[in-house]
């Protein structure tokens, strides 16, 4: 049900690879609110997933561009401010990949190559993002940009490995920018930390079905959807949070307050 949040608004949706990812139903609800909206992803990742699918679907633009690359974000900005006949109101970054997990690699056996790929694509991407539009003025005032993050950037996971490094600097870099985007051009930053999500990226990490199932007996109102996800971020994006600027928002059905539950005592009771 629409209740026009985004009424009038233009936004860039980061990372939307299938309908399991927090991206695409992000995209699917900013258009439901009433948001024109462009798509972007490496295109690698538009040839081999769906993209063109959900850009038909919604009538959005894709723009193919390597988040890591300040020449492809200054194409994505300038040809999505050109398209959606404005500035843009509101920017997602959902992008996230560590090639020490894709190879095998434990923590205390890192690729240092690998691991600076690892936080160039899934944190640095997000400082470039938020630089370029801030250079070329691309985000109107009172805008709203939103990054998502993981727990696992304050507390230790098993499996999580440099991915963990990777969003506590996204985290830092949601606070930093975001005092002086807010303060220059009143542009808000925030990320947000989801509960354990079975999307294709989520599925890559060891243990997550293990996890998932915990976070689920450990929170109280059970793990937070990616549609559920999807619809946080648009209260994000709208006037309504005009005022929350430089957060980290745990949107994780109470995992994160947590410290032990009856369904995780009956269970170990059981198992005992």
């Known amino acids: 049900m629409s209740n026009n949040l985004l009424k009038g608004k233009r936004g860039i949706v980061f990372g939307a690879l299938n309908d399991k990812s ?28 769906e993209t063109n699918a959900l850009g ?31 500035k843009i109101d509101f920017v997602l ?10 190879k095998g690699r434990q923590y205390d056996d890192l690729d240092y190559g690998l691991l600076d790929k690892t936080l160039d694509i899934s944190a640095v991407s997000f400082h470039k993002m938020m630089q370029v539009a801030k250079k070329l003025d691309a985000i109107a005032e009172g805008g709203s940009v939103l ?14 490995n440099d991915m963990a490094d ?14 002086i985007y807010g303060r220059d051009k009143k542009v808000r930053v ?10 294709t990226a989520g599925q890559g990490i060891g243990g997550m079905d293990a996890f998932f199932d915990f976070a689920e007996k450990m929170s109280p109102l059970g793990n937070a959807s990616a549609e559920s996800c999807a619809d946080y971020c ?7 949070t005009r005022m929350v600027t430089m957060q980290n928002l745990f949107h994780d059905g109470g995992f994160s307050t947590m410290g032990l539950t009856q369904a995780i005592v009956e269970d170990y009771i059981e198992k005992k």
């Open 22 to 49: 927090i991206a695409w139903k992000v995209a699917e609800k900013a258009v439901e609110q009433g948001a024109t909206i462009t798509l972007s992803n490496t295109p690698v990742a538009v040839r081999m997933g």
């Open 56 to 86: 038909e679907k919604l009538n959005a633009k894709i723009i193919a561009a390597d988040a890591t690359n300040l020449e492809d974000l200054e194409k994505v900005f300038v040809e999505s401010m050109e398209a959606l006949g404005g």
């Open 93 to 102: 970054h959902s992008i996230g990949m560590s090639p020490n997990l894709r």
């Open 147 to 160: 990054a998502l993050t993981h727990i696992a950037a304050q507390r230790t996971f098993t499996g999580y």
């Open 166 to 179: 990777a969003k506590a600097l996204l985290e830092s870099f949601g606070r930093s920018f975001g005092y």
């Open 190 to 199: 925030n990320t947000i930390s989801q509960s354990p999500t079975l999307t």
């Open 234 to 240: 648009i209260v994000m994006f709208s006037d309504l």
